[in-house]
Nanobody
Framework: QVQLVESGGGLVQAGGSLRLSCATS????????VGWFRQARGKEREFVAA????????FYADFVKGRFTISRDNAKNTVYLQMNSLKPEDTAVYYC???????????????WGQGTQVTVSS
């Protein structure tokens, strides 16, 4: 079992930055790929970014390329999502999730955190 806890969300003005963290207490964290997804009010949950177990493979949704950076520190059992140049349309609840293999499909991910709210004001 892998338990994930997101943090770092909040309210920021357009053009600002936030860094989200996804921490786990699982001892086998390095065995899992980790993805970030987001869900805006009234919309489906969508893929944002993902990193493989060793950080050798990284994927981004087109709408965050050049603005968001995903990274992981296996020694700290933590994955980060650095979000720059935030836009009002980035407003959503952001979730991290763990899977055996890296990918962009929601159903690939077996374990999910509770989410952290990101609100970008115009």
């Amino acid at each position: 079992q892998v338990q994930l806890v997101e943090s770092g969300g909040g309210l920021v003005q357009a053009g600002g930055s936030l860094r989200l963290s996804c921490a786990t207490s699982g001892r086998t964290f390095s065995n899992y790929a980790v993805g970030w997804f987001r869900q805006a009010r009234g919309k489906e949950r969508e893929f944002v970014a993902a990193v493989s177990r060793s950080s050798g493979r990284i994927f981004y949704a087109d709408f965050v390329k050049g603005r968001f950076t995903i990274s992981r520190d296996n020694a700290k059992n933590t994955v980060y999502l650095q979000m720059n140049s935030l836009k009002p349309e980035d407003t959503a609840v952001y979730y991290c999730a763990a899977a055996r293999t890296v990918g962009t499909i929601r159903n690939q991910y077996d374990y999910w955190g509770q989410g952290t709210q990101v609100t970008v004001s115009s």
